[in-house]
Structure formats: C-alpha cells, structure tokens
C-alpha cells in the first residue's frame, strides 16, 4: 500500500475546486502538481494538508485516515507560496519553531536548527532579522522551517513563485538533492512545467479540478495523453489527421509514420510534432514518403543552443522547430524541407 | 480568548462568531442609540406625540437660525485660515528633509491632541486680559491696562481653531503631498511647465483630494467645538454645540436643546459621510502610514530661507501658547516658582463651589483607568468579529461602531442624561456614567488601532504555525498575540488620553461632587483671583504633559511598528 492515499477526494467553493480526485504516493517519492492558475492544485494541497476539509473523500496515510484529523495533527510539512515567515522571529527562531512544538528540550532544539540551517546552507545567518533576507534566503528559511520537525510529508506550494529565474533553477536542484538526501516523500505545486520537471519523480498535470494525467516526466513529455497536456507543456505543432489502411497518418503536412499506438484505420486523431524532432533534408532529393516537410520559411530565430524556425507550409499550415545550430537554416521567404524523426511523433 | 477561533483551520459555527460581536452592539445600543433615540423623540415628540412645533420655531425664530449662521461661518473660516497658514507647511514638509523633521512633525500633533480645556487655557495664558504678552506690553511701555483685548472676541477661538487643527492639514495634504511621485514633477517641467503652472495644473489638481478631505474634517471639528469657544468665546458668542449646552444646563429648556442636537447630529453625519467617500477615494487617512520618502535634502540658500521661515510661523503659532502655559503656571505673583503647583494639593475649602484639584486629577485618573478596560474590551471582542475575511457583516457593522466618532461630544452628554436617568437604566448618580461616555467616544479610535493590525495577519502565517505542529491556540499566542499587543497598547494609550481630555460629555454626566481634571480647570478658569487662575493653569499643564507624552509614546510604537 502506498503511503499516502487520496480517494474521490472533492471540495467546492463556488464552483467544484476538486472534483473527485484519486491518487496515491509512495514513501520518498516527490509528486508534482502541475497545472494552470485556479486548476484546484493548491486546494488538493490544501485538503491533504488538513486546512481545508473535503466535502466528500478520504485522505489516507500511512494506512490510517487522517480526513478529519486537523493540520497541526498530521506531521507533515508545507513550504508556503509567500514563505509565510514570521516577521517578528528572527532565522533561528523560525527553524526552532515547529521543535519547540515537539516539546523538545532547548538544547535539542538548538542542536537540530544548527543542522538543518547546515543543511541548506544558512547557519551564519540564524541571527539575522528575516525581513533583511534576499529572496533566495527566505526561501531557504522557510525550506529549513518546514524540515526541521521531520514531517512525515512535506508539500511545497509553488515555492519558487516569488524568485527570478536563474536563481529558480538553482534552487530546484538543491531543494531536490535536500529531499533525496532526507528521503522525504513531497508534494510540490507549481504551474511552471520546467519546475516540475525540475524536482519530480512524477507529475499529475491538473485542470479544472482533475487530474489529467499522472507519469513520470520523461513519459508525460513523451507520452501527452491528450491536447491540454501538450498544449500545457508548450507543445505548438499539434496537427489533425486520420489513419490511413497502412496505418500511417495523413495530416495537411504529408504523412508520417509514428513509432506507437496506432489506432484503427479511418480513426481521427491529433499528432503531435516535437519541436527538436526535425532535421534540414539536403537538397530536398529525399526518396522516403513519410516524415518529410516542405514549406517556406517564415521566421528564424537564433536562441543559442539551436535556431527556431517557423515554417509555412501548402500556404495553410504553420509549425516550429528547433534545428540543430550547426547548419544555418534557409533565410526567410526561401524553401525548406524537413525530416522529421519518427521518434518525436507522437499520436494523442 | 475569543480571538482563538480565528485559529483553527476548520470552519467555525457562525453562530458562535456572532456571540463575538453581540457585546459590544448591546452596549452601543444602550448607550449611544437608545439616547439618541431620545432626542429624536423629545424634540419631534415631547408630549409623547408628534409634534413638529419645536423644530418651526427653529425655523421661525431668528435667533435659532443665527446660531446655526454663526457656527457654520466661523467654522467655515476657521477652516480657511488654517488652509492658509498649514499648507506651506505641508508643502516644506513633503517635499524637503531635513534635520529634526521627524521630532518636529511629531511635535505638531501635540496641540491636535490636548484637551480643549488645556488649549483654551493656553490662549488665555498668551492672549487674554491676564496673559503673557498683555502683562509683558504692560510692563514694557509702562501702562495702566492690556494692550490687546481678544478675551470673549471670535478672533480668539478662531486663532485657538487654527491651533488646534493645524496638524491635520500638515498630516493629510502633507502625507498626500509627499507621496506624489516626483517624476510627474520633472515630467511637467520636461514638458516645458513653470513651477507656477506645475503647482496650478499638475500638483494642485492631485492634491484636491487630500484638500478637501482635510478641509471637511477641519470643518467638522470647528463645527463641533465646544470647550474652546465655551471658554474663549464668553457668554455671548454661541455655536451649536454652546447652545444644546446653554439650553439644556442653564435654561433647561430640554426639548430645544434636543432639537438643536438633532440638527448637529444630521449636519454631521452627513459631513463624516461625505468625508468617509472621500477618504476612500483619495486613500488618505488621519493618521497616514509611513510612506517612501519623495522630499529631497536643503540644497540653496533659497531652500533654508523657505524652510526656515515656515518653521519659525510654526513655532510662533503653534509653539507659544503651550509655551505661555508652561510659563503661566510658573510665574506667581511673587515671581517665579512652584506655588500654583502646591495649591493643588492643599485642601482650603472657602466655597461650596471649590473642588479639590487633588482629588479631581484622581476622578480622572480613576474614570480614564475604567473607561479604557471598558473600552478595550469591547473594541477587541469587535475587532474579532470584524476581522475575519470575507465577511458581508463586517461592512455594515464597522461604519455602524463608528458613529461615535462623528457624533458630538455634547450631543452625546446630553442624550446620556435624558436617556439614563429613570428606571431600568437610571445611572444619573452612578460614577460608571463618565467612564461608560469616555469608553463610548474612545471604542471607535480602539477598533481602527486593532483592526487594521488584525487584518493585517496573513493567514498563511497561522497556517504555517499549524503545519508546524502548534494547536490553534498555541499558534494564536506566537503569531497574532506579538502583533497584536502593540496594537492593543496603542489602543489603551488612545483611550486613556481621550478619557482624561473629554469635556463635552463629561460637562453633563459627571457628578458635581466628582468632577474630573478637565472640568476642574474650567471651573478655576471661570473664578476670578490669582490663584484660582494660576491654578487653572497648572493643572492644564499637567493635563498637556500626560496626555502629549502618551501620543508621544505612540508615534513611537507605530513607527516601531511599522515593518509589519
């Protein structure tokens, strides 16, 4: 039995904010809770947390319910949006909080907020005031807080909200490499799918109140069950088509041949076209049928490690790609043709 | 503690918050609706019947109408000319920094904040018959009688008005002032805009707001003043609030005095009304917020010249006649000393009339101490009603326990002593009555220093106590308690000074036999002799350094305050 079992969990404000959500996770995994703003993710936090009370459901952990026991109850952890930090205790003074809870005796209680300021790298500043901390800081803080008791959950509710990106990805790493060295099992909300793939062993995608999907990240980048998953995680060249008798798909861009899953002939489906699954096909004099673009190129864009192009094809279609930045792309308004490896087509 | 049950994670009955908030509306009801019920119904029926008799006369008679004529003209002139001489002020105070600044601006709301007996008896020290600069042109030139003769002349309390509200000009239009952003400045100038045409179409257009909102309240305070024009005034110049008192004291012609309070409490609610759209509009408060700093150091010699010259006027109009308080009420007949201060503490019973100073300061101090804890208690049980989120009530509930605030001291007074002086509620004779009055006025200033430090609690402060493993009422004692009992302090201190100030009410609900400092004061400013006088002034003195030093305190603890 997993660890942590939610079942048909639903909880409605105005409108239903969970509805009917089942999941459940193992010991010293971290599930990411991904989805857009208002998709109920931080409300099923929330409702595991034990600050809201479900209207319908159980949560379950460690093989007993837990539903009505109350938040301070549960032992488990939350790293809060805005960090919630209380302004009039300084670093240690956060930390020790939740020890002090514990009835722990003071000396144990300095020992262990030493520890864990250690652990995330802040025992110089323990003294220190924690309005005068940089943003970077109090995030740290407020990670050390919700760790110090050893909670036997830990849910971080988009805790990386308020910081700037480069120092999101820094943290995310360490804030990952914190877990796996405490064996903490997490839940971790966010709306930014880097993030997620960031710090998860698994991502449940979220919308309107359900989960879509739930997998691990290489197979939901993979594996996009369905169009608000892929349109969710950036995913643009998404074409409709049909299943010919040979089982290839025809789409407005020609057919291509996808590696999995076929459905029956005759059946509509959406594909999905990877932005770096396509190759520049030398001179165009291609014998293969399937996997081959031509259009004109629109735009080209050089980000760095790879030039974006977006092409237009049959004077209808439009579809990006990332190309490998060895090989200067055609310049805008010339043809191009494309190979596209079967392996970065998915059918959704 | 009540405040617990915000808390617990779980949804709390609603019906147990509403024991909450059932307290303090009872005790609004009694003492603040139920009287002014009564003067509704004395005046519009004082036969038990409608009557509207009382409210013609009004209309017919001259003399009614020119009381009403007379308060609005001079509370429409006091206020302009503490316009005048407040806004360069404002304007030095918001737009340059300099050394002292802070001291100074705190300083400015001592006068704001003495009780009208103690400014009235300031003036007197300066400008009356017996004052500083009478006995000093006296001396000097050598003659028999005062140079000047302000005592009993409208120019007087005028002078005492501007005093008095000088700081809410300085306050509101220079708060407002100091956080217009200095680029819309530079932007007009950019444009090719004068400093003329800057102020008349850029700065003046933003600050009308401010403007008008501080010239609504100054209108509204100098409409109700009663102690200063009472004392200042003399017998024959009356505004409103002299009147009610006059009728009902006096000439205890109690349904005129009920009509005239009916007539102050419309005009007055309609202009808080009016004052509260305002201040919501403009976002500009009483008592602003510490805000970011726009003003810019003393750069010319022009710039310490404006500077300069604004704060000497300042000085001269606010600084001196606290200044000739102090000096009054040590300059004996026999020069210098601490005489008057002795008398205060010797017991000579000469009249049936005298009161022992002594024992009045103890009334007061006693009355202030009863008035707080009554106060406090119902502000906070208020307070945690009010402050729970998404709450429809509260909108309605809050203006509702603010209406003291816009009612008249004497109006006030004056419901009291009809309303509270038969069966079941007959408390005339009771010493609850003053400090039931003084809590009654304090109760609004105690919720607006709790509530917005109530609501300022993120909730996911409380959240992240109980995810830490505290129990609602652990996480209340180490989350809200630290911020809330500065706040309670702050409240207390407000309470106190408002109580051991009040005059208005207190002039008709203290006993004779039992009268507070205030009152003292003006019964020793109304006999003649030298010592009666002297000792008018030293317990004004008195009066002035506790309650400045409270307000003094608390400028200290809300800036101390301010990171939250």
């Known amino acids: 039995m997993a660890l942590l079992e939610c079942s048909n969990l639903h909880k409605r404000f105005d409108e239903p904010a969970v509805a009917e959500i089942s999941l459940s996770l193992d010991q010293g995994r971290i599930l990411c809770l991904l989805g857009p703003s208002g998709c109920g993710k931080t409300t099923l936090l929330r409702l595991i947390a034990g600050l809201e009370r479900p209207d319908n459901g159980r949560v379950v952990f460690g093989g007993k319910d837990v539903t009505s026991q109350p938040a301070h109850r549960r032992q488990f952890g939350m790293m809060f949006q805005d960090f919630a930090l209380f302004p009039h205790k300084n670093v240690s003074q956060n930390v020790a909080f939740g020890l002090q809870m514990l009835n722990l005796d003071p000396g144990q209680v300095k020992q262990r907020t030493l520890e864990i300021l250690n652990l995330v790298g802040l025992a110089d500043l323990g003294q220190r005031n924690v309005s005068a901390l940089s943003g970077g800081e109090k995030q740290r803080v407020a ?40 064996d903490m099992t997490a839940i971790f909300v966010t709306h930014d799918q880097s993030e997620a793939f960031g710090v998860a062993d698994e ?135 494309l190979y596209l490896n079967p392996k970065m087509i998915t059918v959704i | 503690m009540a405040g617990s049950l915000d808390g617990d994670c779980f949804a709390v009955n609603p019906r147990t918050r509403y024991l909450l908030i059932a307290p303090p509306l009872i005790f609004m009801g009694l003492f603040f609706f139920y009287p002014l019920m009564r003067i509704f119904m004395l005046s519009l029926a004082p036969e038990g019947s409608l009557d509207l008799g009382g409210v013609k006369k009004l209309f017919h008679t001259g003399y009614y109408a020119r009381v009403l004529w007379f308060t609005t003209w001079q509370a429409a002139l006091s206020t302009l000319l503490t316009l005048i001489l407040a806004m360069p002020a404002a304007f030095v105070f918001a737009r340059y920094e300099f050394k002292g600044k802070t001291l100074i601006q705190s300083l400015t709301t001592v006068p704001f904040v003495l009780p009208t007996v103690v400014t009235a008896a300031a003036f007197k020290a300066l400008l009356g018959q017996g004052g500083l600069v009478n006995a000093a042109g006296m001396h000097m030139f050598g003659l028999e009688g005062p140079i000047i003769h302000l005592d009993h002349t409208v120019e007087l309390f005028l002078l005492a008005h501007v005093f008095y509200n000088y700081t809410v000009v300085l306050r509101i239009v220079g708060g407002f002032w100091a956080r217009l952003p200095r680029h819309l400045h530079d932007a007009a100038r950019m444009l090719g805009a004068s400093e003329t045409t800057i102020f008349l179409k850029v700065t003046l257009p933003l600050l009308a707001p401010a403007i008008l909102a501080a010239s609504l309240l100054v209108f509204v305070f100098c409409f109700t003043s009663f102690g200063v024009v009472l004392i200042l005034g003399g017998p024959r110049l009356a505004t409103l609030e002299v009147e009610i008192y006059r009728q009902a004291v006096h000439l205890f012609n109690l349904p005129l005095a009920a009509t005239l309070s009916l007539i102050q409490i419309v005009f007055t609610f309609c202009l808080m009304a009016v004052y509260t759209r305002l201040e919501r509009s403009a976002s500009v408060a009483l008592i602003p917020e510490a805000v970011k700093k726009t003003a810019g150091a003393l750069r010319s010699g022009k710039d310490r010249l404006v500077v300069g010259t604004c704060l000497f006027f300042m000085t001269l109009l606010l600084g001196t006649p606290i200044l000739a308080l102090f000096i009054r009420s040590f300059l004996t007949d026999s020069g210098p000393g601490f005489a008057y201060y002795l008398a205060l503490f010797e017991n000579r019973q000469q009249s049936i009339l005298y009161i022992a100073p002594a024992a009045a300061m103890l009334n007061s101090l006693g009355y202030a101490l009863v008035a707080t804890l009554i106060a406090l208690f119902f502000g906070w049980l208020a307070t945690a009603f009010l402050s729970a989120p998404r709450q429809k009530i509260a909108t309605t509930l809050d203006p509702l326990l603010m209406l003291p605030l816009s009612t008249s001291a004497v109006t006030l007074g004056f419901g009291f002593i009809i309303a509270l002086d038969k069966p079941p509620l007959n408390l005339r004779s009771s010493w609850l009555l003053p400090a039931i009055a003084h809590a009654l006025v304090a109760l609004p200033f105690v919720i607006r220093s709790l509530l917005p430090a109530w609501r300022s609690i993120p909730q996911s402060l409380r959240e992240a106590a109980a995810m830490l493993g505290a129990s609602p009422r652990r996480a209340w004692i180490a989350v809200d308690w630290p911020i809330l009992n500065r706040a309670l302090v702050v409240g207390a201190v407000f309470a106190f000074a408002i109580s051991m100030g009040e005059f208005g009410a207190t002039v008709f609900v203290a006993r004779p036999q039992a009268p507070t400092l205030p009152l003292a004061i003006y019964r020793f400013l109304n006999h003649p002799g030298a010592l009666n006088y002297g000792q008018a002034m030293a317990m004004s003195c008195l009066l002035m350094v506790t309650t400045a030093a409270g307000f003094l305190l608390l400028e200290k603890l809300r800036a101390a305050s301010g990171d939250f």
């Open chain 1, 143 to 182: 990670l050390a807080r919700s760790l110090a008791p050893r909670p036997r959950l830990l849910m971080l509710d988009e805790p990386m909200g308020s910081l700037d990106r480069a120092l999101r990805e820094k943290l995310l790493l360490d804030i990952r490499s914190i877990l796996k060295q405490l």
């Open chain 1, 203 to 337: 991502i449940a995608v979220m919308n309107k109140g359900r989960i879509v999907q739930q997998a691990a990240p290489e197979d939901l980048y993979r594996y996009p069950l369905n169009i608000f998953v892929a349109g969710f995680l950036g995913f643009k060249n998404l074409l409709k088509g049909s299943i010919n008798a040979d089982g290839d798909v025809e789409t407005a861009l020609g057919v291509f041949h996808p590696p999995s899953r076929q459905p029956a002939a005759g059946t509509s489906i959406t594909l999905l076209l990877r932005p770096e699954g396509a190759r520049l096909q030398p001179d165009g004099s291609s014998e293969q049928k399937t996997g081959i673009i031509r259009g004109r190129v629109v735009s080209r864009t050089f980000v760095g490690q790879s030039f974006r192009v977006k092409i237009i094809v049959a004077d209808t279609e439009t579809v990006t790609f990332d190309l490998p930045n060895h090989t200067p792309p055609p310049l805008v308004g010339h043809n191009i043709v």
